[in-house]
């Protein structure tokens, strides 16, 4: 039985085979170009633009290296790419992936370790690492919720987990156009890289 085409042509002429992902068909420009036009919350949000995925991987990436000022360069690059996945499989907020079930996971893993070898990291980051940046991750979201998607202080402690006052006050979410957050965001993937 022929296998229906589970590849797809990006804008840098690599064929991605989104069932079987090589590293050999992930470049960084295809990444930061998708990612910066997938919006967050389904679009729900405050402002002129969407806040994109490339946005919050940005601010998920600032946030960690707060929190940890002493992580190697391959783990704040580990925190940029967190959600590099969703360049070719899109965004969906929690309550969708748990309904859609554990497929969306094993594919979104398979993408992650082919985009980690990509870019010189582990295909699996250490477990303590993976945390910081989920920490990290909530931090955003929280952010996010309180500040551009509608929701009270209240709900965002409920969903995401109460946060530290002294690191959201310091912090904005940004609502900038793609074109801008995918350049920032190839950049800081290229400086990070080149500090490996």
């Given amino acids: 039985m022929k296998q229906t085409r589970a590849w797809q042509r990006m804008l840098s002429g690599r064929r991605l085979d989104l069932l079987d992902p090589t590293p050999v068909d992930i ?11 997938v919006a967050r919350w389904n679009g729900q949000t405050k402002g002129d633009y969407a806040y994109s995925v490339a946005e919050h991987s ?3 990436t600032e946030i960690f290296t707060h929190q940890q000022p002493h992580a190697d360069a391959k783990w704040r690059l580990a925190a940029l ?3 590099a996945p969703e360049y ?3 965004d969906m907020i929690g309550p969708v992936k748990a309904a859609v079930g554990p497929g969306y996971g094993v594919l979104d893993d398979r993408l992650t370790a082919a985009i980690h070898l990509r870019f010189g990291l582990p295909a699996q980051i250490p477990t303590a690492v993976k945390r910081q940046i989920k920490k990290a991750d909530k ?9 551009i998607a509608g929701f009270t202080q209240a709900e965002a402690d409920k969903f995401f987990g109460k946060q530290n006052p002294e690191l959201t006050m310091n912090l ?6 793609p074109t801008k957050v995918r350049a920032d965001f190839a950049k800081l993937c290229q400086v990070l890289m080149d500090q490996t």
């Avoid at 470049?27 to 036009?37: C, K, Q, T, Y």
């Avoid at 955003?140 to 919720?145: F, G, H, K």
């Avoid at 904005?172 to 156009?177: D, V």
């Fill in 27 to 37: 470049e960084i420009e295809d990444i930061a170009h998708g990612l910066s036009f």
């Fill in 58 to 60: 940005l601010l998920v």
């Fill in 81 to 83: 790419l967190h959600d």
């Fill in 88 to 90: 070719v499989i899109g």
């Fill in 139 to 147: 931090l955003s979201a929280w952010l996010e919720a309180v500040q």
């Fill in 172 to 177: 904005t979410i940004r609502l900038r156009p």
